[in-house]
């Protein structure tokens, strides 16, 4: 599948700042975090403006942005829409959880918790969108869901630290980040492996009926020029730039923000600061790139009529 990159960035940023607003709506409330006004200013301001940036992004993916809001009447049959319905929803009580503690000094519990529910269910219909999607075996699996809510909670908690340790406040459990962390990386490699020794479940036989009178191959192209089709579901990517950029995103993702993740235990203060900023960074640059090889290695089902052999 073409890897556009205002969806990718959307799922990236967007991932983050829901992982972020989940966080800060459950330990907020329970006294985890500090209840300087400040602190949930600044926090909240990080976790609202990527989830927006993400939502903005998406929209240039559009072919008719004008009639953006008609994605959100098919919520009933529609992942896309249930997304759009959950994100725009979030809104609300994350804004109340805000005013409370940023304004009014009051951190709300109920408000919290309504928006980190949000918050998770947004990421869980944007997983869904792919996990729902049988024509492209890569996507349509049991190991896209808890992927996407894992990435979504690591990219969170490596914001979380960072502005923790902006404003001195007391770090999270020192088993914490690198445990979030070790998740969200087993998990990836558990895709990783279960894509690759997944065996096709279209051939070129199946997807023509023809499959019973012997090996179906294509006999002539049905394009003499790319076509959108080729150009959105046709995308690929040869496996040894595959395998190098998954090496660079588990090592920038997840490798590097792991070991980074310990220096506020041992060097507190400036050091501790720039560690956490180089482990989002990183970690957000991990994800991005994951995230481009999700789209970039998934086949559609559609691509065997144009010349695959399986999906």
Same mark, same amino acid.
């Given at each position: 599948?073409?890897?556009?990159?205002?969806?990718?960035?959307?799922?990236?940023?967007?991932?983050?700042?829901?992982?972020?607003?989940?966080?800060?709506?459950?330990?907020?409330?329970?006294?985890?975090?500090?209840?300087?006004?400040?602190?949930?200013?600044?926090? $909240? &301001? /990080? =976790? @609202?403006?990527?989830? *927006?940036?993400? +939502?903005?992004?998406? #929209?240039?993916?559009? %072919?008719? !942005?004008?009639?953006?809001?008609?994605?959100?009447?098919?919520?009933?049959?529609?992942?896309?829409?249930?997304?759009?319905?959950?994100?725009?929803?979030?809104?609300?009580?994350?804004?109340?959880?805000?005013?409370?503690?940023?304004?009014?000094?009051?951190?709300?519990?109920?408000?919290?918790?309504?928006?980190?529910?949000?918050?998770?269910?947004?990421?869980?219909?944007?997983?869904?969108?792919?996990?729902?999607?049988?024509?492209?075996?890569?996507?349509?699996?049991?190991?896209?869901?808890?992927?996407? $809510? &894992? /990435? =979504? @909670?690591?990219?969170? *908690?490596?914001? +979380?630290?960072?502005? #923790?340790?902006?404003? %001195?406040? !007391?770090?999270?459990?020192?088993?914490?980040?690198?445990?979030?962390?070790?998740?969200?990386?087993?998990?990836?490699?558990?895709?990783?492996?279960?894509?690759?020794?997944?065996?096709?479940?279209?051939?070129?036989?199946?997807?023509?009926?023809?499959?019973?009178?012997?090996?179906?191959?294509?006999?002539?192209?049905?394009?003499?020029?790319?076509?959108?089709?080729?150009?959105?579901?046709?995308?690929?990517?040869?496996?040894?730039?595959?395998?190098?950029?998954?090496?660079?995103?588990?090592?920038?993702?997840?490798? /590097?923000?792991?070991?980074?993740?310990?220096?506020?235990?041992?060097?507190?203060?400036?050091?501790?600061?720039?560690?956490?900023?180089?482990?989002?960074?990183?970690?957000?640059?991990?994800?991005?790139?994951?995230?481009?090889?999700?789209?970039?290695?998934?086949?559609?089902?559609?691509?065997?009529?144009?010349?695959?052999?399986?999906?």
């Amino acid at each position: 599948m073409y890897p556009s990159l205002s969806v990718i960035f959307f799922t990236t940023a967007s991932g983050a700042g829901y992982g972020l607003l989940a966080l800060l709506g459950i330990l907020a409330p329970f006294g985890v975090l500090p209840a300087d006004p400040l602190f949930g200013l600044v926090a $909240l &301001a /990080l =976790a @609202l403006g990527a989830i *927006t940036a993400g +939502l903005l992004s998406s #929209l240039f993916h559009l %072919g008719q !942005r004008q009639r953006a809001w008609r994605a959100f009447s098919q919520w009933r049959s529609s992942w896309l829409s249930r997304e759009g319905v959950a994100a725009v929803a979030t809104y609300l009580p994350a804004a109340l959880f805000g005013i409370g503690w940023v304004f009014l000094g009051t951190v709300s519990k109920a408000a919290g918790l309504l928006a980190a529910l949000g918050a998770v269910a947004t990421v869980f219909c944007t997983s869904m969108i792919y996990r729902s999607l049988k024509p492209v075996p890569r996507w349509h699996n049991r190991w896209v869901v808890p992927n996407y $809510l &894992a /990435l =979504a @909670l690591m990219s969170g *908690t490596l914001w +979380l630290v960072l502005v #923790l340790q902006i404003f %001195g406040a !007391r770090p999270l459990p020192a088993a914490t980040v690198p445990a979030v962390i070790v998740l969200a990386a087993v998990l990836k490699l558990a895709y990783w492996r279960f894509v690759d020794a997944a065996p096709a479940t279209s051939t070129a036989g199946s997807a023509t009926g023809l499959g019973s009178m012997g090996t179906v191959r294509l006999f002539e192209a049905p394009h003499t020029s790319e076509n959108y089709l080729l150009k959105e579901m046709g995308f690929s990517i040869a496996r040894k730039h595959a395998a190098r950029l998954r090496r660079i995103a588990m090592v920038l993702g997840f490798g /590097l923000p792991f070991l980074l993740s310990f220096v506020p235990f041992v060097a507190p203060g400036g050091p501790a600061v720039a560690a956490a900023f180089v482990a989002a960074v990183l970690g957000t640059v991990g994800v991005f790139i994951e995230r481009w090889l999700f789209f970039a290695e998934a086949r559609h089902a559609v691509t065997l009529y144009y010349g695959a052999s399986a999906v």
